[in-house]
């Protein structure tokens, strides 16, 4: 079975940190994923993020797969899609991720068993799933032969399904369970949001938090992995010790903006 950075992590039931990437390109990828050992994937975020599924989605997966000289030592790529769970375009934007040779997907605002079946299918082969093979650059990037690929793929890639919606509370067991749905990705302020509560700032309201911790227990209780997005090292330390498999520490947008206001703050003596 071919493996990735993300998949080692899981299966040493390590808490495996990532970082949202919002801005395309090539080397902006590459030295995102080159920036620290304790990356062990990066999403490329297609929803919130400006990266376009249809043209630099697929330079960025390459170029964050290139990062080292293995491909299985670099950061596992994963694609969010733009789609939600709702929608009737979620088959062929997970085909395109996964074709460009994306080691998972994740999709946003998954609220029913049904849906969760769905996507599970369309990331998977037959006779798992209903996925088409035929790409000519998935198994490259991964570095293997395509034989090879289609037959590892449907247990080496990571589907993910985003938990943010009220509807989705109240089938997050059955989601969990479902065949193919590797685990839940938490999304906080979407969750906050669609609960009636504020934004978190940057912790979550504690009416919302007991939401969370809800859905890790039934989640991790059904065998599966389930992720958080976090802001910032102390936030994602914090969930790391509560038990959260997968974090998002930030993005990379405000990773550079925080990085460039400390500096200039020291430059110009205002802070120490």
């Known amino acids: 079975m071919a493996t990735h950075a993300l998949l080692k992590a899981l299966k040493a039931n390590k808490p495996a940190f990532g970082v949202r990437l919002t801005s395309p390109g090539f080397f902006h990828a590459r030295t995102v994923a080159q920036s620290s050992p304790e990356l062990s994937w990066v999403m490329i975020d297609c929803e919130h993020g400006l990266t376009s599924l249809n043209s630099s989605l697929a330079e960025s997966v390459a170029a964050i797969h290139a990062a080292c000289s293995r491909p299985d030592d670099s950061p596992s790529a994963l694609v969010r ?151 910032n090292g102390s936030q994602a330390a914090k969930r790391a010790a509560e038990g959260f498999d997968m974090i998002n520490v930030m993005s990379d947008a405000r990773a550079l903006s925080s990085a460039i206001f400390e500096h200039l703050a020291v430059a110009a003596g205002t802070r120490v």
């Open 81 to 231: 899609i733009p789609a939600t769970g709702i929608s009737t375009s979620t088959n062929w934007q997970i085909k395109y991720a996964l074709d460009a040779g994306a080691r998972g997907v994740i999709v946003p605002m998954v609220s029913t068993v049904e849906q969760a079946r769905a996507i599970a299918s369309d990331s998977r082969f037959p006779l798992r799933g209903r996925r088409g093979f035929g790409s000519s650059y998935a198994h490259g990037n991964w570095g293997v032969s395509a034989s090879e690929y289609l037959a590892c793929a449907n247990e080496s890639i990571t589907v993910m399904v985003q938990a943010e919606t009220r509807e989705s509370l109240d089938q997050i067991e059955g989601i969990a369970k479902v065949d193919g749905i590797d685990g839940i990705f938490i999304g906080p302020y979407d969750l906050s949001i669609s609960l009636g509560y504020p934004l978190p700032s940057p912790d979550p309201h504690p009416e919302v938090e007991k939401v969370i911790q809800h859905i890790r227990q039934t989640v991790q209780k059904a065998g599966k992995k389930c992720a958080i997005y976090c802001i």
